[in-house]
Each structure stands twice: as structure tokens, then as C-alpha cells.
């Protein structure tokens, strides 16, 4: 069955390109702005600033729309989805759906619902920053542990896991560490370069990124242990992209930004496709092309609006056309139909 969906969202892009209409063919859903952990270095302002979440009903008539749009991969997100009562019964719905479907979590609550989750997913992501003491500093005391003991329950029930690790100053060196663990749980890792912040907050600091130099020689060591076969989640274009990005201190690229740099650089960068094949719903309702553009354009709500028109309304909007954030640059290779993205991450790691 996973084949199947994959098959289906890569003919979803592909006849979406064909025929240069946009489709919503993956969609990022925060389903709740509300968490049990208060990490230091999370972009959002989780358990200060919420948005009601939208009820069961108002879900339902979002997949639905969705779905009827074009969307073939959900990815379920928060704050911590699973502390959203309901979301067992949502799980249910969009798996109905035919719908290939990941959920992101901090992992303290899988083993409640492990049992409920495992026909349901398709992929567990779990937070994995460093190792146990950097972790529990990011985190919270024990829960390094809690995500050690949520892999061990996820692979048990036969989830596929996938590691995902937010790299700052002070866990950058924790690489092979985390490449490791997530051998020995037959599972993947996902790296990621912190993201300040959602940009409409206003009473959040962001932990400081890693210098240039780091970042760079991370990028680079990344590249390396993928090359020596250990379980790198992202594509090798991914990295060196953001190992050639010109400016650590711009995390996005507008035209004018990409105008002004040299062939060679631009020909490092990997176009955004994101409000055109995937776009991000945050736990109000509001679309946006991706979460990187929260508080920088005026997104429809699909409480309001409607999901088909607030989508369809974001090829209206003027946004950067680049950005070094690998998670959603991987977004914009598999939308791209990346040779390498789509062959080695869709179907290698975790298509088995």
C-alpha cells in the first residue's frame, strides 16, 4: 500500500506539471497549536500563543477538500499533535482517504496511542536533538529517554521511524551520534538548521544558529557519512545547497536576492515549489505556502474561506523563491520530481 500512495502522489506532481496547474499534493497540518513540552528551541510560541484549533467537523471538511484538490501525503504536526483528543479518530478519517500520512511528535505520548497508530501512519517522526544530556537541556529532563523508549514501542508495532534533529551551536557535533541511534532502530535521520522563529511572533528570542564555518562543515560531514551509506534522510542536493548558501543570515531568497548573485551560486540553488505542490495549515485554519511565511503574507482561513480558495488565493501572493531550510527544500525536490529525491527518500530509506 505505501508503494501504491507513493506512486500516486509522484503521478499527482508529474500531471500537475503536465498540465501547469497547482495542486496542494502535500500538505503540512499543524492540528494543534498546543504542547507538553516547552522546548528552547522550537520556532513557535507554543503554550503562549494559540489559535483555537479547528473542530473534528471543520478537520473532516479540510481533508475532504484537500483530498478533492489534489493532496495525496499529509503530514500531521503541531505543537504535539497527540495531545489533541480527537486525533485518533482524525488519523482514522484521512487514512479512509487513501492518504499517505506522517506524524511528528515528541514521543512522550506514543506508547498511549501506539496500539491505536500503527494501521494508521505510515511514519512516525521523533524528535532526536543530541545526545541524552543536550537533549534533556533542549527538552526537558527524561526525554531523551521517553523518545529512546517512543522508538523501541513505534518499531515494536512496526511504524517505520524517522529521527529528526534540529541543528544549533550546541549540538551540531552530536551527528554520527544521532546517525547511530537511528541504525540501531532501523530507523532515518532528518537534519534540519534552526529556525528563528515564526515571523509574526514578537516575544520570542530564537536560540543562536551555528556559525557559518559550523554549518558549513556540518553540511559537508553530513554528505559524507550519507556517501558511506549510514541512514541521512535528505538528498546530497539538499546539503549542498545549504552547504554553498551564500548568507547564513538570510534564511530566504527573493528575486531581487537572487538577481544580485553570481551564475555559479544560483545554479546551487533548488527552486521553491511551496504554494504551488505543497503547502502548510496552520491550527487556526490559515494557508500558507509553507510555515516559514506565518505573519509575512495575508493567508486565507479555511474556516472562512474554504481550503480550495485560501490554496488557490496563494498564487496571488509575491514570496521567496529559495530558502536553506532542508526540510522544506527537500519538499521543493520532490515536487521538483528530483531524480534523486524522489528514488533514494521516498523509495530506499523508508519505501521498503
Not at 498546543?34 to 489559535?51: A, E, I
Not at 478537520?59 to 493532496?71: E, F, I, M, Q, S
Not at 495531545?83 to 506508547?111: A, F, Q, W
Not at 494508521?120 to 537533549?135: A, F, Q, T, Y
Amino acid at each position: 500500500m505505501s508503494f501504491l500512495k507513493k506512486i500516486a502522489i509522484g503521478s499527482s506532481i508529474l500531471g500537475a506539471k503536465i498540465s501547469g496547474r497547482r495542486a496542494p499534493v502535500i500538505l503540512n497540518w499543524a492540528v494543534t497549536g498546543k504542547c507538553n513540552l516547552r522546548c528552547k528551541h522550537c520556532y513557535g510560541s507554543y503554550g503562549r500563543v494559540q489559535n483555537e484549533e479547528l473542530s473534528f467537523e471543520a478537520a473532516r471538511k479540510l481533508v475532504d477538500a484537500a483530498v478533492k484538490a489534489g493532496t495525496r501525503r499529509m503530514t500531521l504536526e503541531g505543537g504535539e499533535p497527540l495531545v489533541r483528543p480527537d486525533i485518533c479518530e482524525l488519523m482514522e478519517y484521512i487514512r479512509s482517504k487513501g492518504v499517505e500520512m506522517s506524524l511528528c511528535t515528541n514521543g512522550l505520548l506514543l506508547e498511549k496511542y501506539a496500539g491505536r497508530l500503527k494501521d494508521k501512519i505510515d511514519l512516525v517522526v521523533l524528535s532526536l536533538d543530541g545526545n541524552e544530556k543536550r537533549h534533556d537541556e533542549l527538552r526537558g529532563q527524561g526525554s531523551f529517554k521517553a523518545v529512546m523508549k517512543a522508538a523501541d514501542i513505534a518499531v515494536k508495532n512496526g511504524l517505520r521511524v524517522l529521527f529528526f534533529t534540529c541543528l544549533i551551536d550546541e549540538n551540531i557535533n552530536d551527528l554520527e551520534l544521532v546517525l547511530r541511534v537511528a541504525s540501531e532502530k532501523k530507523g532515518a535521520s532528518a537534519f534540519n538548521i534552526v529556525v528563528s522563529k515564526l515571523s509574526g511572533e514578537k516575544d520570542r528570542t530564537a536560540l543562536q544558529k551555528a556559525p557559518a564555518e559550523k554549518l558549513r562543515a556540518a553540511m559537508a560531514l553530513i554528505i559524507e557519512l550519507k556517501k558511506k551509506g549510514l541512514p541521512v534522510f535528505y538528498s546530497e542536493q539538499n546539503f549542498r545547497q545549504a552547504l554553498c548558501w551564500p548568507d547564513f543570515d538570510k534564511e530566504r531568497l527573493y528575486a531581487r536576492d537572487i538577481a544580485a548573485l553570481s551564475k555559479e551560486a544560483r545554479s546551487t540553488l533548488i527552486p521553491c515549489q511551496a504554494g504551488r505542490h505543497f503547502c502548510y495549515v496552520e491550527s487556526g485554519g490559515g494557508v500558507y505556502p509553507c510555515y516559514q511565511m506565518v505573519g509575512l503574507l495575508k493567508a486565507g482561513n479555511v474556516r472562512t474561506d474554504g481550503f480550495e480558495k485560501a490554496f488557490k488565493d496563494l498564487g496571488q501572493s509575491e514570496y521567496c523563491k529559495a530558502c536553506y531550510n532542508i526540510t522544506l527544500s527537500e519538499l521543493n525536490l520532490q515536487c521538483g520530481l528530483s531524480f534523486e529525491s524522489v528514488l533514494k527518500v521516498a523509495g530506499n530509506y523508508l519505501g521498503k
